[in-house]
Nanobody, 125 residues
Framework: QVQLQESGPGLVKPSQTLSLTCTVS??????????WSWIRQSPGKGLEWIGH???????AYNPTLKTHSSISRDTSRNQFTLQLSSLTPEDTAVYYC?????????????????WGQGTQVTVSS
């Protein structure tokens, strides 16, 4: 059974950089054809995909967030990390990590099959 667990600060100040880590157990983040995503949900809004890192270490991002988001991984710890810079109160959301299954041509073809429980991040001075 694959499990994902987000960790990071719950409160950050505007203009700071947020760093969230997702620790994966029960499966390797470099196993073929899995893509490790960050998603968020702001109050009163739907889910927003932020980006993912592939099983071979490349990344893809939501174009609207690309300029201030970065995803990396540590295969020795089976973790992947989101950094979101230049925070504003509009970045307040519940942040989730999830696993996508697919192909290199369509990384999300089979959808997101495992999710973390989510972590609340509030951006406020």
């Amino acid at each position: 059974q694959v499990q994902l667990q987000e960790s990071g600060p719950g409160l950050v100040k505007p203009s700071q950089t947020l760093s969230l880590t997702c620790t994966v157990s029960g499966g390797s983040i470099d196993a073929n054809f899995f893509y490790w995503s960050w998603i968020r949900q702001s109050p009163g809004k739907g889910l927003e995909w932020i980006g993912h890192i592939t099983y071979y270490g490349t990344t893809a991002y939501n174009p609207t967030l690309k300029t201030h988001s970065s995803i990396s991984r540590d295969t020795s710890r089976n973790q992947f990390t989101l950094q979101l810079s230049s925070l504003t109160p509009e970045d307040t959301a519940v942040y989730y990590c999830a696993r996508e299954a697919g192909t290199d041509a369509e990384p999300g073809y089979y959808g997101m099959d495992y999710w973390g429980q989510g972590t609340q991040v509030t951006v406020s001075s």
